[in-house]
């Protein structure tokens, strides 16, 4: 198979690797400032969030009360304790075991 581009691509690559960071454009200050005004949004979007979380979680569990003070709860069913015998002896044939008449 032949290389075709591909020595030419690994020195593309190589060479914007080796480029170093890019310098960002503008004042200091002013992207400082829009950052800031940036990450304020953030934290507000995120606290609207969890505001609007917390509140359909209250309302949920007032439903849920209201719905068991007016007796529609389910009935959960008891497990069955499995007894550790039981656990091991699972599987297990009750055939004759070799070597043995």
Known sequence: MTRGNQRELDRAKAAKKNAGPQKKEGDPLARNATDAAALEQK???????????????????????????MGGGKKKKKKEDVGLDDLLSAGLAGGKKKGKK
């Open 43 to 69: 934290r507000a979007a995120k606290a609207a969030k969890l505001a609007e979380a917390a509140a359909l979680e209250a309302d949920s569990k007032a439903r849920e009360e209201q719905r068991v003070a």
